[in-house]
Nanobody, 123 residues
Framework: QVQLVESGGRLVQAGGSLRLSCSVS????????MGWFRQGPGREREFVAA???????TVLAEPLKGRFTISGDVKGTVYLQMNDLVPEDTAIYYC?????????????????WGQGTQVTVSS
């Protein structure tokens, strides 16, 4: 069983920064990739960023480039650094994992999901 636990979400003012963390525990695979998605009020879940298991490949949603960064450490924790936040970034942010080394951007490509962490950006 694989467990993903997100943390770091909170209320922040516009222009501020946050770093979200996703810790992975349980049985996992030798090669995998991770992703961050978000779902704002009344919106579909959308891709934010993805990273390969060894960190050599990262993908960011085009509109978020320059403000968001994804990274990981050897303990299997994945981070999402978010800078220059705007109210439109308000959403529940989800961490996801898939047992394949190739990174993906589609919601359906990920098999394991965390419960999400709320990020609220005030204007």
């Amino acid at each position: 069983q694989v467990q993903l636990v997100e943390s770091g979400g909170r209320l922040v003012q516009a222009g501020g920064s946050l770093r979200l963390s996703c810790s992975v525990s349980g049985r996992f695979f030798s090669a995998y990739s991770m992703g961050w998605f978000r779902q704002g009020p009344g919106r579909e879940r959308e891709f934010v960023a993805a990273i390969s298991w060894n960190g050599d490949k990262t993908v960011l949603a085009e509109p978020l480039k320059g403000r968001f960064t994804i990274s990981g450490d050897v303990k299997g924790t994945v981070y999402l650094q978010m800078n220059d936040l705007v109210p439109e970034d308000t959403a529940i942010y989800y961490c996801a994992a898939r047992p394949y080394s190739v990174v993906a951007t589609d919601v359906g490509a990920f098999e394991y999901w965390g419960q999400g962490t709320q990020v609220t950006v005030s204007s």
